[in-house]
Structures are given as C-alpha cells and as structure tokens.
C-alpha cells in the first residue's frame, strides 16, 4: 500500500495536479467569500465565521475530486498497466487504499491552504469580538470527511469503466446524489415517517453536525462506513477485472 501511495503521490505532487486542485480550490473559496457580491460574501453576512466557506466548500470538492480520481483505475487499464500491477506482489486492498489516501492527502492540502481564511476574519474582529475555534476546528473536520467520502465514490467510479470522462460523470452524479439528493427527497415530504431516515441516509445532515460545533461519534462512524464499504466494492471491482 505505501508503495502504491508513495507512486500516486508523486503524480499529484510531482506532477502539479495537487497545487493546480488547491489553487483553483483556494482561489474559488476567495472569490465566493470575498469578492462577490453574493450571500456568502463574509462582509453581506456581517457574521465573523467561516459557514460560507463551510457551505462553499462541499460544492467546490463536488466538482474537483472526481476530476481527481477519475483517471485512477480507469486510465491504468486503457493503458494496460492495470495488467502489469496485478503481476506484482501486491494485493488489490493495498492497491485501492493507496490510491485512495493519495487523493485524501491533497484533500488535506487544500483544507491547510485555507488557513489563512481564519488569519483574516482575525484581522478584521473589534477588540471585543473572539472567533469561535472550536465551530471552525469541528467545521474544517466535517470538510475533511465529506472530500474522503467524495474521495471514495470517485475511487469506485473509476474501478467500474475504462473511460476517464464516464468515470467523472459518475463520480459527480453520484457525490451529489449523496450530498444533496437524499436531503432533496426528503424535504417534499413524500414518505412521511420515512423521510427521517431518507434524510439520514444522506451526507448533508452528517456533515451539518459538524458545522454546527458537534462532533457526534454517529456522524463520524457514517462517514468510516460509508467511505469502507466503498473501498470494499472498489476491491471487489478490482478483483473482478483481475
């Protein structure tokens, strides 16, 4: 696996795919939040907080990750080297985990990127005016886990087609049906009682926790779940294609 990571990492780094994903990550979240005149802009809402970026963000990562990860498995067999890593000594768990956590490392470079988002609000707080740390810390957790996720199904859509584009499509489809799509569904209010737990199926009322200061161990065990079980039908894939 670290072999496996050590190789995609390089990729991304070496290759400027990580720092090309962070700037443009960094650079969108600015403009939101700083330059336009929208409902997020920091100065609109009047509020010392980053829950504009915390809105922003899952939407930016939505886009971004797939674009990520879809070339992952997809593009090793349209080449053929898929063929050449199952010669290896190297089982298909190690393959797909040290895929994925290359891709959930520049997922952290560009959360640490964002730093300087708090520096700022700082700089711009009255002398009785504190930040609240412990909202953006639980803030910046949520993120964290919701990119993995994202990470994940990006991961799973690149092991079930050879094709880069597809397996962006889908990733994307997919990342939003499980952000947003359920929470939608359950907000017409369609299967009474059961919309509870439609909603709960759903990312977006996990990672609300998070914004909300809470650091619930159930939210925190639906997103190791839920990113596992993925991985596990990533392997399965794999194994099938072997």
């Known amino acids: 696996m670290w072999t496996i990571f050590k190789k995609e990492f390089s990729n991304f780094y070496l290759g400027?795919?990580?720092?090309?994903?962070?700037?443009?990550f960094v650079i969108v979240s600015v403009l939101f939040l700083w330059f336009f005149d929208n409902e997020f802009n920091v100065f609109?809402?009047?509020?010392?907080?980053?829950?504009?970026?915390?809105?922003v963000?899952?939407?930016?990562?939505?886009?971004?990750?797939?674009?990520?990860?879809?070339?992952?498995?997809?593009?090793e067999q349209a080449n053929g080297t898929l063929l050449w890593l199952f010669t290896l000594p190297i089982k298909n768990n190690q393959i797909i985990w040290g895929k994925y956590l290359a891709?959930?490392?520049v997922v952290i470079f560009c959360l640490l990127s964002t730093f300087l988002?708090?520096?700022?609000?700082?700089?711009?707080?009255?002398?009785?005016?504190?930040?609240?740390?412990?909202t953006?810390?639980?803030?910046?957790?949520?993120?964290?886990?919701?990119?993995?996720?994202?990470?994940?199904?990006?991961?799973f859509t690149s092991s079930i087609t050879k094709n880069q584009v597809m397996a962006y499509v889908l990733a994307v489809f997919f990342c939003f049906i499980i952000f947003y799509g359920f929470e939608s569904l359950a907000s017409y209010n369609l299967l009474g009682s059961m919309d509870f737990y439609v909603q709960k199926i759903g990312s977006f009322t996990h990672y609300n926790q998070?914004?909300?200061g809470i650091i619930d161990t159930r939210d925190l065990l639906y997103f190791l779940i839920l990113i596992g079980i993925l991985n596990q039908i990533s392997i399965v894939n794999l194994e099938n294609k072997k």
């Open 16 to 24: 400027f795919t990580a720092y090309l994903a962070t700037v443009t």
């Open 44 to 55: 609109n809402t009047g509020n010392a907080s980053l829950s504009s970026f915390f809105f």
């Open 57 to 75: 963000g899952p939407w930016i990562f939505l886009f971004m990750i797939p674009a990520l990860t879809m070339k992952l498995i997809a593009e």
């Open 103 to 105: 891709v959930v490392s």
């Open 117 to 134: 988002f708090t520096i700022t609000l700082q700089e711009f707080l009255m002398p009785e005016q504190e930040l609240d740390y412990g």
């Open 136 to 155: 953006i810390f639980s803030g910046y957790l949520g993120l964290f886990f919701l990119g993995s996720l994202f990470a994940a199904i990006g991961l």
């Open 210 to 212: 998070f914004l909300k």
